[in-house]
C-alpha cells in the first residue's frame, strides 16, 4: 500500500446494506467528503441496488494521504459502511489471489478439523495469535498440526461437509471476475483437503495449500514441506503475474491474517477481509460489515455486470 501526494485523482465508493438505499447512502458520502476536505467530481454513480447491498461511487480529488483520507471518512459515515478510496486508474483487476480461511469460507480449517479430535478451543487459541501476528505461522502451524497426531483421515471429509461454508459474496466475485478475464487463485496456509475443494465449489482457476502427512488411514501429525505461508503467498503472486505478463498493480489480494500481509502490501490493490487490526491497518480496503461483493463494486463493477445467480 503506498501513499500519495497532494491533489489525487480517486475514485470512492460506499457499500452499504439495502436497508440504506442509494439516495440516503449517497447523501451520507456527499456530508462526509464535505466535512474531510475531498473534492467530489460530479455525481455519484449507482453500483449496487438490485439485490442486498446499496452500492455508489464517485470520482474524487484527495489532498494529502489518501489511506489519512480514507480513515477520516470511515470515522465519519455511520457504521455498517464499507468504503474504498483508490486512485481511478487500472480498476479491473486482472489477477485474484485469495487466502481461504476466515476470508472465502467462514471457517478456520485446522480449528474446525481440531473439533473432531476434541481440541477445538486449545488449537483455536493458537490460530488467533498467529493470524494477529503475535506467532511465527510456520512454528504455529507445526505446532497446532502435531496434536492432530491420530486422527482420522475420514475427519477431514466430515470436516468439510459438517463445517465448512462459503462467505458471502464469495461465488459472486470470482466467477464475476473470471468471467472479465480475471486469473483467479486460492492460496492458503490450510490444507491442499480443503483448498481443492473450495476452489473447484467457489471457480477458482487454481489452489495452493499445505499437504498433510497421512499414516494409512490416519494423520501423522506433520505437513510436507516447504510449507506454504507469508512469503509464499507472496511469492504465488508474483510467479502467477509473471506468467500472464501482469504487474502486481494487476492484483488484487485479500485475506484476513498476518501472514496474508505481504501479497496484501503488494498487490495493487490489498484487500482487508473481516480481518485482524494489523491487516486492516496495511490494506487499502477493507470488507468489514458488508460481504465479498463489496471487492466487485470497488473495482467499479455494477449489479448488471456481477453474475448473481453462481
Not at 463494486?297 to 455486470?305: A, K, N, R, S
Request: hydrophobic share 45%; charged share 20%; net charge negative.
Amino acid at each position: 500500500m503506498t501513499s500519495h501526494l497532494a491533489g489525487t485523482a480517486c475514485i470512492i465508493s460506499a457499500v452499504a446494506d439495502a436497508k440504506q438505499d442509494v439516495s440516503v447512502l449517497t447523501e451520507a458520502m456527499h456530508d462526509a467528503c464535505a466535512q474531510s476536505s475531498i473534492q467530489v467530481k460530479g455525481r455519484f454513480r449507482k453500483l449496487g441496488w438490485r439485490q442486498h447491498l446499496s452500492a455508489v461511487e464517485a470520482d474524487v480529488i484527495v489532498t494529502g494521504d489518501i489511506g489519512s483520507a480514507r480513515q477520516a471518512i470511515e470515522a465519519i459515515l455511520p457504521d455498517a459502511t464499507d468504503i474504498a478510496l483508490l486512485t481511478d486508474a487500472n480498476r479491473r483487476k486482472q489477477l485474484l489471489i485469495s487466502d481461504m480461511d476466515s476470508t472465502i469460507i467462514e471457517q478456520e480449517c485446522l480449528d474446525e478439523l481440531a473439533a473432531y479430535a476434541g481440541i477445538k478451543d486449545e488449537i483455536a487459541a493458537i490460530t488467533a495469535r498467529a493470524m494477529a501476528g503475535e506467532l511465527n505461522f510456520e512454528e504455529a502451524l507445526l505446532k497446532r498440526v502435531s496434536r492432530l497426531k491420530g486422527l482420522a483421515v475420514s475427519a477431514l471429509q466430515a470436516c468439510y461437509r459438517e463445517q465448512i461454508s462459503l462467505m458471502p459474496g464469495a461465488t459472486q466475485l470470482v466467477r464475476t471476475m473470471a468471467a472479465h478475464g480475471a486469473h483467479c487463485l486460492l492460496v492458503s496456509g490450510g490444507f491442499t483437503y480443503f483448498t481443492q475443494r473450495v476452489a473447484e465449489r467457489v471457480g477458482f482457476h487454481a489452489h495452493q495449500g499445505n499437504v498433510l502427512v497421512e499414516d494409512a488411514d490416519t494423520l501423522s501429525g506433520d505437513v510436507v514441506r516447504p510449507i506454504l505461508g507469508r512469503e509464499a503467498k507472496l511469492t504465488a503472486l508474483d510467479d502467477a503475474a509473471t506468467r500472464r505478463s501482469l504487474t502486481r498493480n494487476d492484483c488484487l489480494a485479500m485475506g484476513d491474517g498476518a501472514n496474508d500481509l505481504a501479497m496484501i502490501e503488494a498487490a495493487g490493490l490489498g484487500l482487508a477481509v473481516h480481518a485482524k487490526p494489523v491487516v486492516a491497518a496495511a490494506a487499502d480496503a477493507a470488507v468489514q460489515h458488508t460481504d465479498l461483493t463489496s471487492a466487485l463494486y470497488f473495482q467499479g463493477y455494477d449489479d448488471d455486470d456481477i453474475i448473481w445467480d453462481a
